[in-house]
Nanobody, 115 residues
């Protein structure tokens, strides 16, 4: 599975961005999708995840500010990020696990939040 991520950019603190990730297969075949992020010099960590059934999970640092969703009609995964903070600055990656257990990563999309 190939994942195409987009939507990163430069914003000021308090503003919003929406990231998108489009898989090369029918998203309904993907049982788990998630957004991870990695800041310079730090490990890659999970930001938010969603199952095919719609169950979601969030890192404590983004709860109440970020919303993960998947849209079968648009065949895409989204991450709505509100009230962005400078500490949200990172490369954001989407990840998928398909119905055959295949694990895929998209290329990073850079989010930069200025103070």
């Amino acid at each position: 599975v190939q994942l195409q991520a987009s939507g990163g950019g430069l914003v000021q603190a308090g503003e919003s961005l929406t990231l998108s990730c489009t898989p090369s297969i029918n998203i309904d075949s993907i049982i788990y999708m998630a957004w991870f992020r990695q800041a310079p010099g730090e490990q890659r960590t999970m930001v938010a995840s969603i199952t095919r059934g719609g169950a979601t999970a969030y890192a404590e640092s983004v709860k109440g500010r970020f919303t993960i969703s998947r849209d079968n009609a648009k065949n895409s995964l989204f991450l709505q990020m509100n009230s962005l903070k400078p500490e949200d600055t990172a490369d954001y990656y989407c990840r998928s696990v398909d119905h055959e257990g295949g694990n895929s990563w998209g290329q990073g999309t850079l989010v930069t939040v200025s103070s």
